[in-house]
């Protein structure tokens, strides 16, 4: 990797970590360039703006996650006989459980930061749109196959309750260690494992075929 890819590299991180905690507003470009240790021309430079920075670092990882997210879904739908809801939605979060689990403290920054624009009113929705909107649609359409019998509206309304349940785990507020008085933690990626598919499989099986019947 050449010098300008690494100082690239080098902003891109220290974008992330500040964006993570206090969102696009918060941070200023000299406020990266400090962490980043360069001088403040240079994300000018390379990004243009700090709506440019902030961009490049949403790309950075989600063609990453997407890649993987696509393939997970590809290699479940071809190796299983019978797809299950459950199976779809464990298709679809391992490879990010994964990165959060072993990807070191840059890929916990990112999906904080994606916890972040996930809810921010003002455009998180369009940032969202433009980096997930294919593979999402990949999910509902195997959840499609699944569930025959669902409407589409259910089936969006159910993957908005999933990305919600998803968000609130990597925001890793630390907010369930507290109530639950230390029993529980909010980084424990193998707790999350083990029961958000199951949990939220439940709920998208039983709601699609409860709104399928009060259509009947």
């Known amino acids: 990797m050449d ?23 918060g941070v200023t470009v000299r406020q990266v360039a400090t962490e980043a240790g360069v001088d403040p021309a240079l994300l000018n430079y390379y990004f243009t703006s700090k709506r440019g920075l902030f961009d ?22 071809s190796s299983t006989a019978e797809m299950t809801v459950e199976g779809c939605l464990q298709a679809f979060f391992e490879p990010v459980l994964t990165l959060w689990e072993s990807g070191g403290d840059g890929w916990r920054n990112y999906l904080r930061l ?11 929705g369009q940032a969202m ?17 699944v569930l025959p019998e669902a409407h589409a509206e259910d089936l969006f309304w159910c993957y908005h309750f999933v990305s919600g ?40 099986t039983q709601l699609c075929q409860r709104m399928a019947k009060t259509r009947d």
């Open 3 to 25: 010098d300008s890819a690494d100082r690239r590299d080098l902003i891109l991180d220290a974008a992330e970590s500040l964006f993570c905690v206090h969102g696009f507003h």
């Open 56 to 77: 490049a670092v949403l790309l950075r990882r989600a063609e990453v996650v997407n890649t993987q997210r696509a393939r997970s879904m590809d290699r479940y739908e």
């Open 114 to 124: 994606i916890a972040l624009v996930n809810s921010t009113p003002s455009w998180g």
């Open 129 to 145: 749109t433009q980096y997930f909107d294919p593979v999402i649609h990949k999910l509902i359409g195997l959840l499609r196959e």
């Open 165 to 204: 349940a998803l968000s609130l785990s990597f925001a890793d507020t630390g907010r369930i260690d507290n109530l639950s008085g230390g029993l529980c933690r909010s980084n424990d990626v193998a707790a999350v494992r083990k029961r958000l598919a199951y949990f939220l499989a439940a709920g998208t």
